[in-house]
C-alpha cells in the first residue's frame, strides 16, 4: 500500500437535476444518482483509478453506511471501515438545467463517541505498514475536537516517521492540524486560504506569499491553492508553480478539489517535478467536473484532459517573477 485515505465524515451523495429551483412547489426531478461520498473516498477512488496501491479508511454506520461500503466494493477500492453507532450521512445536490448552476445540501453527519474516536485512532496507526502518503481530508463530525487530525497525523508519524502527511480541511481543522508541524503536502482552496490567514488575498503575489509563509513557519513543505476557475498554485521553498485552468465543461463542481489532490499525489509518487505535479492534478481536477454527481474521473479523462492544459508556468518568488504570474492569469 502507498497511500491510505481517512475519512471521518463519509457520506452517500445523491444528486439529480431539475428544470427550475423554486420554493413551496413540488419539483420534479430526474432520476437520482448515488455515488459514495467525502473529501478521503473522493482522493481514494481517483487514487485506485489512475492505478495507485491505496486503502481507504473510513467511518461508517447504519444501513446508509453499509450502502456506503457496498458501492466502494462495487468499485474495487480496498477499504478499512470502523463500525459507529451514528448512520453515516446523505448529502443532496441539485442541478438547475435552466441556469446551470448546482445547489449542494451537505449535512453534519454522526456525532462519533469517545470510545469510538480512541478505536478510531488505534486502528489507523495500526492500518499505516508501509504508506509513502496518508491523507486526511474531509469535513469533520461532530464530537471530534478541532485538532483531530493532527492526532492522527502524530499516531502515523509515531510508527512511520518519514509518512507524507497531505491535508485537505478548513477551518480551525485546517489551523490545527498546520500547528502540529507535520503536514507535507496542504491543499486549500482560495476561500479556505483567506479563512485560514484572515487576509483578502486580492492577487497572485499575495496567494504565493501566503503559501510561502506557511512553508517558512514549518507548517507545511508544499502549499497547493486551488483557485477555482483561474486555476491554481503550487507554492514550495524552491518555486512557484502557476497552471492556468483546463478548459471544460462543467457539469458538477463536486469532487474535483479532491480530483486535483488525488492527482498530485499519484504525480509526485510516480516521481514527478512540482509544475508536472500540477498540471497532472488540474487535469485530474478538469475531468472530474465533467462528470455528473459525484462520479468522477478516470484515467482516460485525466489523459485527455492533461493533452489539453497548457504548460505550467514555473517563477523565481521573485517581484518580477510574479508580476509575469498575474499578468498571464
Known amino acids: 500500500m502507498n497511500m491510505l485515505t481517512v475519512t471521518l465524515n463519509p457520506a452517500v451523495d445523491i444528486s439529480t437535476s431539475v ?7 413540488k419539483l420534479r426531478c430526474a432520476a437520482a444518482r448515488r455515488d459514495p461520498g467525502g473529501g478521503g473516498i473522493n482522493v481514494a477512488r481517483v487514487l485506485h483509478r489512475l492505478g495507485a496501491d491505496c486503502t481507504a479508511f473510513l467511518l461508517a ?12 466494493a462495487d468499485e474495487g477500492l480496498h ?11 446523505e448529502d443532496f445536490s441539485v442541478f438547475e438545467t435552466a441556469t446551470g448552476r448546482e445547489y449542494r445540501f451537505v449535512l453534519p453527519g454522526p456525532a462519533v463517541a469517545p470510545d469510538e474516536w480512541a478505536a478510531c485512532r488505534r486502528r489507523v496507526q495500526a492500518g499505516v505498514g508501509a ?15 478541532r485538532d483531530a487530525y493532527a492526532q492522527l497525523a502524530r499516531d502515523a508519524c509515531e510508527v512511520r516517521p518519514d509518512i507524507r502527511i ?14 502540529s508541524g507535520l503536514v507535507d503536502i496542504v491543499k486549500p482552496s482560495l476561500a479556505e486560504l483567506r ?14 506569499d501566503a503559501g510561502r509563509a506557511l512553508i517558512e513557519a514549518g507548517k507545511a513543505r508544499i502549499v497547493a491553492i486551488t483557485l477555482g476557475s483561474q486555476g491554481a498554485l503550487l507554492v514550495t ?8 485552468a483546463v478548459p471544460t465543461e462543467v457539469r458538477s463542481a463536486i469532487g474535483a478539489g479532491d480530483s486535483f489532490l488525488a492527482g498530485l499525489l499519484w504525480a509526485l509518487d510516480q516521481g514527478a517535478s512540482d509544475g508536472e505535479a500540477l498540471h497532472y492534478a488540474a487535469a485530474a481536477a478538469a475531468a472530474t467536473l465533467r462528470q455528473p454527481g459525484t462520479r468522477l474521473c478516470d484515467a482516460r479523462d485525466v489523459v485527455r484532459a492533461y493533452a ?11 517581484a518580477a517573477g510574479i508580476a509575469d504570474l498575474c499578468a498571464k492569469r
Open 61 to 72: 454506520g447504519g444501513g446508509s453506511g453499509h450502502t456506503l461500503l457496498a458501492m466502494l
Open 166 to 179: 497531505a491535508v485537505d480541511a478548513s477551518g480551525p481543522a485546517l489551523a490545527a492540524a498546520l500547528d
Open 131 to 145: 504508506a509513502r502518503f496518508m491523507v486526511l481530508s474531509g469535513s469533520l463530525p461532530p464530537g471530534l475536537s
Open 237 to 244: 521553498s524552491r518555486q512557484t508553480c502557476f497552471m492556468p
Open 195 to 208: 479563512e485560514l490567514t484572515g487576509k483578502a488575498l486580492s492577487d497572485a503575489h499575495a496567494q504565493a
Open 19 to 25: 428544470e427550475r429551483i423554486a420554493d413551496t412547489h
Open 308 to 318: 489539453k492544459g497548457e504548460r505550467p508556468l514555473v517563477v523565481n518568488g521573485t
Open 79 to 89: 477499504t478499512q471501515a470502523l463500525e459507529i453507532a451514528g448512520e453515516t450521512r
